[in-house]
């Protein structure tokens, strides 16, 4: 996931609009108070492995060196 929006890979936005899409139709009937805590709990889930990723991404990069010779490179400065 280099250089990567983590939004974009795991389509953020499509999430939250099956949400909104979720809460209107269990409103107008077409969803069961059980169907739609099922998929919010579900969304839940992915955005708990959503920040875990986040969160792991920071804390790795915030301990990263930088490399000054990579092995097998005769050109690298050390």
């Known amino acids: 996931m280099e250089n990567t929006d983590i939004g974009d890979v795991f389509d953020v936005p499509s999430i939250i609009r099956g949400l909104a899409q ?5 409103r107008a009937g077409k969803l069961t108070p059980k ?6 709990d579900i969304a839940k889930q992915i955005f708990n492995g959503l920040r875990l990723v986040v969160s792991a991404q920071r804390y790795l990069s915030e301990k990263a060196k930088p490399v000054t010779a990579i092995e097998g490179n005769a050109e690298a400065t050390p």
């Open 22 to 26: 979720d809460l209107k139709d269990l």
């Open 35 to 40: 169907e739609a805590q099922v998929r919010a």
